[in-house]
């Protein structure tokens, strides 16, 4: 038995294999000969996990220049007065060098020998606490900042993460559409900052159809509201989404029918999530809209996206070490008191008692993030520590241990296996 895991999960770790679909023209014809290219220049003694993580490294910089140049998140159509326009070019390649970074951790894994299940929980890790990173920077860079639009984007966003991570649980394998986020949408987020990078993000202000020289149509304007751009974005991923939902559930349908298991049960597993947005907004819908037009709102949605990752986190390591479905999450007591505390007000004719003043409000958004980034930084490292040492594979090298438990190259260790 180890830190975290079970002696059952830990055994069934070495049944683990990962399974993907891929069916993305433009990863197939265009970015997968880069990848297969790019993964050359990197040489056999780094390993995957390493990779990976840089490549995190690259967006956590790129958040790091938001928060020089916009701490409050007003976005200039709040008040900011940056980031300056050549930022926008950093961030649009910060994230299109992490989508390649994220692409070749697994070929770089298959080179080296060091594929299994902890580059699966290493790489859907990091690819969780980006999804709120970009999540926030794209609507900076969309002229939104404190928005319900940008509330919206992050519902929708975690809201397809978890269906794809739900998705591989019930059905063993990552499905990747014809159009998906890991591909095509960082593609577009990555025009989008190309964009704002030209013409600054108040570009997104304009309306739709006035970009398009349609406002003067009586029969387009009938039918189409003249929406403006960033807001009309904001609805195509709403179409995307509700795609994804019906793709998702169609595939886990065809997997249990396959295996002859009932197709309901599943659904089940979407409640969890439903409860943990719900609770969220519970606490950003308090009346006197005390974290959406504060200051508040960044670390209040940078502990959401934490807490979210510690989900999927859970939801993954479910899947490789074929557990049951963790329903449970212990930051909802939390959160519910929280929520109904911002709300005292509405529901108790009261005045709240822990958040009573901005201060005490700040220091709970505050704690709120530190114990989520404590909780799932103990879930990582603890993790990372029971699979390494359970079989005998490195996390940032590129070793293995022998068959006497001693740390050897992974080469050679392999070399010897295969003998």
């Known amino acids: ?3 975290y895991l079970t002696a059952p999960q830990l055994q069934h770790l070495h049944a ?11 990863s197939r014809y265009i970015l997968n000969p880069f990848w297969t290219w790019f993964v050359t220049l990197w040489p056999t003694s780094v390993a995957p996990n390493t990779i990976t993580f840089l490549g995190l490294g690259i967006v956590f910089l790129n958040f790091l220049t938001l928060l020089w140049y916009d701490p409050w998140y007003l976005s200039p159509a709040g008040g900011a007065t940056g980031p300056p326009q050549w930022v926008y070019f950093t961030w649009a390649a910060g994230l299109f060098w992490y989508q390649a970074f994220d692409a070749i951790d697994g070929k770089q894994a298959r080179r080296t020998g060091m594929a299994g299940p902890l580059g699966e929980m290493f790489d859907h890790g990091c690819d969780a606490i980006n999804t709120t990173l970009e999540v926030l920077l794209c609507a900076q860079a969309l002229n939104l900042g404190r928005n319900w639009w940008t509330v919206a984007s992050e519902l929708a966003t975690l809201a397809n993460f978890y269906l794809t991570t739900w998705e591989e649980l019930h059905t063993g394998t990552l499905f990747l559409g014809y159009f998906s986020g890991p591909v095509e949408g960082i593609l577009m987020i990555v025009g989008i900052y190309i964009i704002t990078g030209l013409y600054g993000p108040s570009f997104w202000d304009t309306p739709l159809l006035t970009f398009l020289h349609l406002d003067h149509h009586a029969l387009v304007t009938t039918y189409i509201p003249n929406k403006a751009l960033n807001e009309s974005f904001m609805m195509f991923g709403a179409l995307a989404l509700l795609y994804n939902i019906v793709g998702a559930y169609y595939d886990v349908l065809l997997a249990r029918r396959s295996r002859g298991e009932p197709i309901l049960p599943p659904l089940l597993g979407l409640l969890p999530f439903l409860l943990t947005c719900s609770l969220q907004l519970g606490w950003l ?12 709102f960044l670390p209040f949605v940078c502990a959401w996206g934490l807490q979210f990752a510690h989900q999927v986190g859970r939801m ?16 909802w007591p939390w959160t519910a008191v929280m929520a109904l505390d911002a709300n005292a007000q509405v529901l108790f004719g009261r005045e709240p008692l822990i958040q009573s003043t ?9 704690l709120t993030l530190l114990i989520s980034l404590v909780s799932y930084v103990r879930f990582c490292t603890l993790v990372i520590w029971d699979i390494t040492d359970y079989l005998g594979i ?16 992974a080469q050679d260790v392999n070399g010897k296996k295969k003998a």
């Open 394 to 409: 490195a996390c940032f090298s590129v070793q293995k241990k022998d068959s006497e438990g001693a740390w050897r190259r």
């Open 285 to 296: 819908l308090s009346p006197p809209a005390l974290l959406l037009k504060s200051g508040r």
């Open 316 to 331: 993954i390591l479910a899947h490789v070490t074929s557990s049951a479905f963790p329903y449970w999450d212990w930051m």
């Open 1 to 3: 038995m180890g830190y």
């Open 358 to 366: 901005p201060l005490r409000a700040d220091l709970a958004v505050l």
């Open 16 to 26: 683990y294999k990962y399974s993907g679909l891929d069916k993305s023209l433009v």
